[in-house]
C-alpha cells in the first residue's frame, strides 16, 4: 500500500523561483492537507481540502496555492519562493470525518537561498 | 484560541525507565484527541485517537489516557527503539474548522 506520497523529497529553490511540491493518496480519503513544520514549532497548517473542487485556507496560508482537481491528489504551489518558506512540508489524509486518524507522507524538505 | 501545550520538551529516559509525556489543551469542544510517533526525517504516524474523558488506549509499551483538560501518553520499561518525537494534536467543533491542532512535540531519548 503506498499510503500518501510526496514528491520530491528535497529541494532547494532560489529566492523568487516558483515549483509545485507533489501529494497523491490511493485510500479514496476526501480530506487532504498540507502543514509546514519548523524547528521549536508543531505543524502548521497551510491549506486544506474536503473533496475535490474544494480547498480552503489553514493558518498560514500566505505564499502558497492549492487545487483539487481529483480525490487522489492535492499539489501545494510555491508562487514567488522566500527565505522564510524555507521548511519542511508534510502532506496528510484522511476520511471525510476527520476524527479518524491521518496519514501523513514522509515529507519534503524545501530551502529557499 | 485553542491551543495544545505538550512537555516537557525533550525527555531522556534510561532504557527500562518508565514515565510520563504530557498533553494540556484548550479547545471549545473537542473531537478527538491523537498521538503520533516521528521518527527523525519521517511523517508522523498515528498511534492513538481518544474521544471522551477516562478513555485509555493501549499500545505496547504505551498506553494513553484522556482528562477533560489533558492526556498523558505512559511509556512503561522503554526500550531505546521507542525513541522519537511524540506528537500530540486536538480537533475540536468549534472555530479551527475541524481541523487538527498540534502542539510542537516531545523529543524522547532512550539510552540503553
Known amino acids: 500500500n503506498a499510503g500518501v506520497t510526496q514528491t520530491p523529497k528535497f529541494q532547494v529553490l532560489k529566492t523568487g523561483q516558483s515549483m509545485t511540491l507533489q501529494c497523491a493518496q490511493d485510500?479514496?480519503?476526501?480530506?487532504m492537507s498540507w502543514y509546514r513544520q519548523d524547528p521549536g514549532m508543531g505543524l502548521r497548517l497551510i491549506h486544506y481540502?474536503?473533496?475535490?473542487?474544494?480547498?480552503d485556507q489553514g493558518e498560514v496560508p500566505n505564499g502558497y496555492n492549492v487545487s483539487r482537481s481529483t480525490t487522489e491528489d492535492f499539489p501545494l504551489r510555491l508562487l514567488s519562493a522566500a527565505p522564510s518558506q524555507t521548511s519542511v512540508y508534510f502532506c496528510?489524509?484522511?476520511?471525510?470525518?476527520?476524527?479518524?486518524?491521518?496519514?501523513f507522507g514522509q515529507g519534503t524538505r524545501l530551502t529557499v537561498v | 484560541e485553542d491551543q495544545v501545550t505538550q512537555s516537557p520538551e525533550a525527555l531522556r529516559l534510561q532504557e527500562g525507565e518508565s514515565s510520563s509525556l504530557n498533553c494540556s489543551y484548550t479547545?471549545?469542544?473537542?473531537?478527538?484527541l491523537f498521538w503520533y510517533r516521528q521518527d527523525p526525517g519521517k511523517g508522523p504516524e498515528f498511534l492513538f485517537t481518544?474521544?471522551?474523558a477516562g478513555e485509555e488506549k493501549e499500545k505496547e509499551r504505551l498506553k494513553a489516557t484522556l482528562t477533560k483538560k489533558e492526556s498523558f501518553l505512559h511509556i512503561t520499561a522503554p526500550i531505546p527503539e521507542d525513541s522519537a518525537t511524540y506528537l500530540c494534536?486536538?480537533?475540536?467543533?468549534?472555530?479551527?474548522?475541524?481541523?487538527?491542532?498540534f502542539g510542537k512535540g516531545t523529543k524522547l531519548s532512550v539510552k540503553p
Open positions: 479547545v471549545s469542544g473537542l473531537r478527538g
Open positions: 485510500m479514496n480519503h476526501e480530506y
Open positions: 496528510a489524509s484522511s476520511l471525510w470525518d476527520r476524527n479518524t486518524e491521518a496519514f
Open positions: 481540502s474536503v473533496g475535490a473542487g474544494i480547498t
Open positions: 481518544l474521544y471522551s
Open positions: 494534536a486536538v480537533l475540536d467543533y468549534g472555530g479551527s474548522q475541524g481541523n487538527l491542532i
